[in-house]
């Protein structure tokens, strides 16, 4: 079974600097996806930055970018520029390429506060 | 972009009664959906797979009888919480996955907290 852990559960940065958050998973399988989910307080899950574990490249969407290292099984979130409406908790998530098999399994969590 | 939608996004009940919980998918078909349970503070923990026009299959430890899952049609999935007890008490996510998209990106509901008393 995959898991996946994010062993930093509050962090916090000042606004307009950057913060880097970490996760790694277990899996044997080699085709899967990783995900960063953002959950502000209305709770709604907003899909913050997607990579296939097929590519090398790491994905970035503006301020968002990975460090996606698939030998160490390490994931990590950079958010660059930090703004007051990135305070939320991210969620990194793990989903299976193979056909039939796509539920996400989510880490626990890191709250991320944003300081004026 | 894709929506989903949730409904009610509240609901309180009496404790021995049942409570329908409706997930639309509004702009896109999903042939699957998913079920999520997330107490505060926690991460989201799946409850069930839902597929169009077949059984929910289930995670371990999920009551089948307790949590019924329809999916009757290509944009409604629903889950109904029968003789809901207060540690039934939680917030409900429902997810559903777009077919269009080659990832078969995963689109979140608002949720729905449920409240019993």
């Not at chain 1, 559960?9 to 953002?38: I, R």
């Not at chain 1, 709604?44 to 301020?63: P, W």
């Not at chain 1, 007051?84 to 390429?97: E, K, N, T």
Request: glycine share 6%; aromatic share 12%.
């Amino acid at each position: 079974a995959q898991t996946v852990t994010q062993s930093q559960p509050e962090m916090s940065v000042q606004e307009a600097e950057t913060v880097t958050l970490s996760c790694t998973y277990d899996t044997s399988e080699s085709d899967y996806y990783l995900f960063w989910y953002k959950q502000p307080p209305s709770r709604q899950m907003i899909l913050v930055i997607r990579q296939e574990a097929y590519k090398q490249q790491n994905a970035t969407e503006n301020r968002f970018s990975v460090n996606f290292q698939k030998a160490a099984k390490s994931f990590s979130l950079k958010i660059s520029d930090s703004q007051l409406g990135d305070a939320a908790m991210y969620f990194c998530a793990y989903r299976s390429a193979r056909f039939g098999n796509e539920k996400l399994t989510f880490g626990t969590g890191t709250r991320l506060t944003i300081i004026p | 972009g894709a929506v989903v939608s949730q409904h009610p996004s509240r609901v309180i009940c009496k404790s021995g009664t049942s409570v329908k919980i409706e997930c639309r998918s509004l702009d896109f078909q999903a042939t699957t959906m998913f079920w999520y349970r997330q107490f505060p503070k926690q991460s989201l923990m799946l409850m069930a797979t839902s597929n169009e026009g077949s059984k929910a299959t289930y995670e371990q430890g999920v009551e089948k009888d307790k949590f019924l899952i329809n999916h009757a049609s290509l944009t409604l999935s629903t889950l109904t919480v029968t003789s809901a007890h207060p540690e039934d008490s939680s917030f409900y996510i429902c997810s559903a996955r777009d077919v269009r998209t080659g990832t078969g990106e995963q689109y979140f509901g608002p949720g729905t907290r449920l409240t019993v008393t």
